[in-house]
């Protein structure tokens, strides 16, 4: 990546974007716009569609058309696996294009942006691309008399909403599956990170997709996302976001045709360092990366560093040691390290998280201020707390945002108990040598995964998912798949 092209990209005007219905682009059925702004200066960049109900109906309609008349739901896995990786060519080709799109309106640095997000997505179709002809049927160990089948269907409409923070990353661990499969799909993006979802409906048409298989209504999420959840011809929903809005989508299914709905809920993820951690230094510098990168917009971020008594001090110094010494600003900057934090309304709830912990009795050790507030943009320190308790609003709540909350413990019992004290289940991270303490730990913390001896990194190849109040169902691997598939058996007398 030159800093050159990048500034070029950055130069450009974008011009205002609509909806992507039946494979073209098209305004809101009133007219309506919303304004995006950029977190890296605070200025307006471009307008988006403000979708309304009846455009949500007009996409959906026009998934179902396209899904009834099999121009993709029909077509040959062979046709469907060409099609997926065209597109994953496409995205690999504009990847610079698409990364600073992105974080014009996201304000993910450009190294991360380019990889979790473009270069990822591409990597996600093709993944995708290459399971949907090794996924067989079945057939049951009936009595001679009978011939039990069981068929995997695609599902028929998809609805999928997902949220700004990695929004190509978790919109394509939904999309390249459930296209996959065979299904149609419409796509509520964030309203503030649209653009990059938009670009990758136009380049799968480019790609060879037929018009109308995926379709992006853009806009409120309680306009929107609503219309698209409450509709009676979407057949399940694949959600990313804030537990507020996914109960939403519960009741949305409950009041409409009780579509099954796919959470993925964020989290409050502990980080346990015991004092027999292999590499302590390591330990402190994955630790503040697994809070910070990406200003802690990372649903399983680890937001919760539980540290071994006799180590805390030592242990704590070192993480606020890099903590201060992160690059934080202009996330188009090749040298910058952590960009901006996406919002202003998510910055002060930052800052308000931490006054709110002071208050309960934390003690901030670096951090928790705005910074560069001369450029107009949202950014914030990496901020660091001990003395968090486990009632504190600080150790129970996701702040989503780069607030790192400290906690010691005295031995395993009580470092289990710790882990498990909040009603999120995502993500955790265990460091230690003890070969034994690590087994029983992954077994005792309930989360969906936990690292050992690192934290955060993970690929295509396993699944993420909560358990608790972090979700339901699974993005990435095969069983990412079983969402966008109904059985359906056919029980032949022979
Ligand atoms: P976050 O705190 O990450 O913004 P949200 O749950 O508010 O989490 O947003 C995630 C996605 O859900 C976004 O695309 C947003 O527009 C959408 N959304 C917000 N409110 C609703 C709602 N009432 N119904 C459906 N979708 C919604």
């Known amino acids: 990546m030159e800093q050159s092209a990048i500034n070029a990209l950055r130069a450009q005007s974008l011009s205002p974007r609509g909806h992507f219905i039946d494979g073209r682009g098209q305004a809101a059925s009133d007219g309506a716009t919303e304004s995006v702004i950029s977190p890296i200066d605070g200025k ?48 690999e080709q504009r990847a610079l294009e698409i990364s600073v799109l992105g974080v014009l309106d996201n304000g993910t640095e450009i190294n991360m942006a380019f990889k979790a ?30 011939l039990g089948l069981i068929h995997h269907t695609p599902v028929g409409v998809v609805g999928a909403i997902v949220p700004w923070n990695f929004p190509l990353m978790i ?20 309203e503030s990170a649209s653009l990059t979802l938009l670009k990758i409906a136009e380049l799968a048409v480019e790609a060879g997709l037929p018009e109308g298989v995926f379709n992006v209504v853009t806009g409120r999420g309680s306009v929107v996302g609503e219309a698209l959840a409450l509709s009676m011809d979407v057949d399940i929903m694949v959600f990313t976001g804030s537990g507020t809005t996914g109960r939403r989508l519960l009741e949305y299914s409950a009041r409409s045709n009780l579509k099954r709905c796919y959470l993925e809920l964020g989290g409050k993820s502990p980080n346990i360092i015991f004092a ?5 230094a390591k330990a402190a510098r994955e630790s503040a990366a697994g809070i910070f990168r990406n200003s802690g917009q990372v649903c399983i971020a680890g937001s919760r560093l539980l540290v071994q008594e006799d180590i805390h001090e030592e242990f704590v110094a070192e993480v606020c040691r890099h903590a201060e010494n992160y690059r934080v600003g202009d996330p188009l900057n090749l040298d910058t390290q952590i960009g901006a934090v996406h919002s202003l309304s998510e910055l002060e709830a930052n800052l308000e998280f931490v006054e709110k912990a002071e208050v309960e009795g ?28 486990a009632e504190d609003n600080l150790f129970q709540n996701e702040v989503f945002g780069p607030v790192l909350a400290v906690t010691s413990f005295k031995t395993e019992e009580d470092a289990l108990r710790l882990a498990n004290a909040t009603d999120f289940g995502l993500s955790a991270g265990v460091w230690t040598s003890n070969l034994s303490r690590a087994h029983r730990m992954v077994a005792g913390i309930r989360s969906g995964i936990v690292h050992v001896n690192t934290y955060g990194g993970s690929d295509l190849t396993v699944p993420l998912g909560g358990v608790k109040q972090s979700g339901n169902g699974h993005d990435k691997s095969l069983h990412a798949m079983d969402k966008y598939f109904d059985l359906k058996t056919a029980w032949i007398k022979l």
């Open 276 to 280: 027999d951690a292999p590499d302590l």
């Open 362 to 389: 934390a003690q901030l050790r670096t951090g928790g201020v705005r910074i560069l507030g001369e450029t107009g943009g949202y950014y914030m320190q990496p901020t660091v707390m001990t003395d968090v308790k």
């Open 117 to 146: 997000e473009a270069m990822s997505a591409a990597a996600t179709f093709r993944f995708y691309g290459e399971a949907l002809d090794k996924v067989y049927g079945e057939i049951a160990p009936t009595s001679p008399d009978v």
């Open 171 to 190: 919109g394509s661990w939904k999309i390249a599956p459930a296209l996959a499969a065979g299904n149609s799909i419409v796509l509520k993006p964030a």
């Open 44 to 91: 307006v960049i471009t307008q988006i569609a403000s979708g309304t109900p009846s455009d949500v109906d007009q996409a959906v309609a026009c998934a179902r058309r396209a899904f009834e008349d099999g121009r993709w739901s029909k077509t040959a896995p062979s046709a469907r696996k060409k099609v997926l990786f065209k597109l994953a060519d496409l995205i």
